[in-house]
């Protein structure tokens, strides 16, 4: 799953229930775009001055996405917001289809500097096209209803901007080869996960190495993982199953995890020999 949303990265299943509605947010949202308003301010020129793009303006002003405290604190000051915003931030506590226990991890993701994502069970949420999400939200088991299943998708959609809008985060993906080979959904959608992995790895903050069935034994063995690394240079780890996820902060335990990822890092093939796979594979599929 490794997104808390129902599938490597699923905005619920998981054991996270059905995805809540967040009054909260939506109520932030309202007091953001007043104030936005008073300040006699479109969408198009506040973002700029907190240093985010017009459409996350507007997500977090409808309530879909959780806003980032770097957000909070220069819109308080741009608005001129009377601590309104600090203190209407301080009462949010939920993020419509993300399970309860991946919200944690989804609020550090917002910031961070470095996140690193080995998977061996399904193409990781980030990396995820909506044709092969939607495979396995229709595969979920207890099975859900149209609703849920678009509330999970636009979940899983809004956490991939963070590879759009976070140029300066360096993200590290390691994928076992099978992931590519199981042909989840039809022929095309496979091709289109390739394709779509491809084209991600172009980008100049986004690495993605294949760990080859031919590597046997590796240092993933245990399992999924997740590492990342705030602005404070602080690190947490993330692991998910079946039924809901582990957050671990103890330094001794990331240290472990980080000792697998780079011996990992190491097993896998390099950046462009994984490229050269995958296209290989995506003239096999």
Known sequence: MADGTGGAGAPLGCGGGEPEVSDSLKTFGEVVKAFRKRARLTQEEFAPRVRYSAPTVASI????????PEFVERAEEVLDAFGALRGAARHLSRQPGLASWFRQWARLEETAVSLYTYEC???????QTEAYAR??????????????????????????????????TAFSFILEEHLFLRRTGEAEVSQGVVDHVLELAEQRNVEVQVMPLAQGAHAGLAGPMQLLETSENRWFAYNEGQRGGLFVSESKEISVLQMRYARMRSQALSLDDSVSLLRQMRGAL
């Open 135 to 168: 495979t396995l939200f229709v595969n979920q088991l207890p099975p859900l209803g149209d609703d849920q299943i678009e509330a999970q998708w636009a979940a899983r959609s809004e956490r991939q901007r963070l590879l759009r809008e976070r140029p300066n």
């Open 61 to 68: 002003e409808q309530g879909r996405r959780f806003p980032p």
């Open 121 to 127: 069970r399904l193409i990781p949420g980030l990396l």
